[in-house]
């Protein structure tokens, strides 16, 4: 019976999904909503600019209960029949952005199977925590990684509150059996980076087009992606001098989590 190779010091990683392990805003979900308003009959189309400012709200139903009241809706000042509107268009966008997911359509970002290839080999646990709906979360990982490289798959419609509240990932540690200090969550947007930040997590950030510079002004480990020899990442901010090469490693997040450890710990200790 060969030896098992030595566990990683680097107990757990949770994935964030959209602007994430995959790119999928723009050209997925906005177009998503845009079908699930024009089969509605609504003359309602979210431009790109209109839905940077909407990604502020997590959740597609709470985004279009948002955006019905906004002046610029046709939905603008429909009060409580918006909220059952909403839930309609959302169970369109749903749907069709699941047919999206299934056929291949959403893209992984470049760098993220090399990734969690790494720390498969490296015996690391991997979990995902998204406000994103099951319905759709399920065939997305399946179809662009494989559902088994996952050990726990948190959806919006697995807690009471969304993103920025903590819940996903106090779920998704729970599940894991981890304690906050064993784990790295990997996050692309302020909601989701004060959602792992709030459950106790050290965060790193892979930023995006989307992805707002304030929101992660406190962050100690920010990159542009996660880096692949035909396109490197850049480093935006590495307080620990965690990386060493132009990709995000395991490695990388192995000395970016014993670094973040030491430095939460009281300084008498
Ligand atoms: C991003 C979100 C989601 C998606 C749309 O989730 O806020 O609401 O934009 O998906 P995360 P739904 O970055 O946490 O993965 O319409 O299913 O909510
Ligand atoms: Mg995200």
Redo the contacts with the bound molecule.
């Keep these: 019976m060969p030896t098992p190779p030595p566990p990683s010091r680097l107990p757990g990683v949770i994935f964030?999904?959209?602007?994430?392990l995959v790119d999928?805003?723009q050209e997925g979900?906005r177009v998503a909503f845009n079908h699930a308003f024009a089969a509605a009959g609504l003359p309602d189309r979210w431009d790109r600019a209109t839905y940077h400012e909407l990604?502020a709200?997590?959740?597609?139903?709470r985004?279009i209960q948002r955006w019905f009241t906004d002046p610029r809706s046709s939905q603008h000042q429909r009060g409580e029949a918006g909220v059952e509107l909403a839930g309609e268009l959302?169970e369109e966008?749903?749907a069709r952005?699941r047919t999206m997911a299934a056929a291949g359509e959403i893209p992984a970002r470049p760098g993220v199977s090399r990734l969690l290839d790494e720390l498969r080999a490296a015996r690391v646990t991997v979990g995902v925590?998204?406000?994103?709906?099951r319905s759709?979360?399920e065939p997305l990982l399946e179809r662009r990684f494989g559902l088994d490289r996952f050990a726990c798959v948190v959806t919006?419609d697995d807690v009471a509150e969304?993103?920025p509240a903590p819940d996903?990932y106090r779920l998704a540690l729970r599940l894991l059996d981890l304690d906050p200090s064993d784990a790295v969550a990997v996050?692309?947007?302020g909601?989701?980076i004060r959602a792992a930040v709030g459950a106790g997590l050290a965060c790193v950030v892979v930023a995006n087009d989307e992805t707002d510079p304030a929101a992660y002004r406190d962050v100690p480990l920010v990159v542009t992606g996660f880096g692949e020899e035909t396109a490197p990442m850049t480093v935006v901010r590495d307080d620990f001098a965690a990386v060493d090469a132009t990709m995000l490693t395991g490695a990388t997040l192995a000395r970016f989590h014993a670094a973040a450890v030491r430095a939460a710990r009281p300084p008498s200790s």
């Design positions: 964030d999904v959209d602007g994430t999928s805003e979900h990604l709200t997590t959740g597609g139903r985004r959302h966008k749903t952005f925590a998204t406000t994103g709906s759709w979360v919006g969304q993103k996903c996050e692309d947007s909601p989701g």
